[in-house]
């Protein structure tokens, strides 16, 4: 079991960078692959990036490809989402998602497989 807290959030101006934090608490980190979801308001939640157990193996939504950079250091039960370059489009609650898998490589894009979730972090971009 894990629970995950985000941070990070905020509002900012288009083109400006931030920084979101998913702390985890309660399981040994280093067994989940970790992912990040957005839900903008009246949309479905959607995938934005996702990383391996072991940190090296990622997927990002083609749309923050490039601008966007998912990490995580397991000596700080942390996930993090590095956003650079900010479009108003980027606009959403941002969650945190985690699933146990045995496969170090694994890094779901699929929100379906994710078994635990943040309660979500406020991007607000503004052009």
């Known amino acids: 079991q894990v629970q995950l807290v985000e941070s990070g959030g905020g509002k900012v101006q288009a083109g400006d960078s931030l920084r979101l934090s998913c702390a985890a608490s309660?399981?040994?980190?280093?067994?989940?692959?970790m992912g990040w979801f957005r839900q903008a308001a009246g949309k479905e939640r959607e995938f934005v990036a996702s990383?391996?157990?072991?940190?090296?193996?990622?997927y990002y939504k083609l749309s923050v490809e490039g601008r966007f950079i998912i990490s995580r250091d397991n000596a700080k039960n942390t996930v993090y989402l590095q956003m650079n370059s900010l479009k108003p489009e980027d606009t959403a609650v941002y969650y945190c998602?985690?699933?146990?898998?045995?496969?170090?490589?694994?890094?779901?894009?699929?929100?379906?497989?994710?078994?635990?979730w943040g309660q979500g972090t406020q991007v607000t971009v503004s052009s």
């Open positions: 998602a985690a699933v146990f898998t045995a496969a170090v490589t694994d890094a779901p894009t699929w929100e379906g497989e994710y078994n635990y």
């Open positions: 309660g399981g040994t980190f280093s067994n989940y692959g």
């Open positions: 990383l391996s157990r072991n940190g090296y193996k990622t």
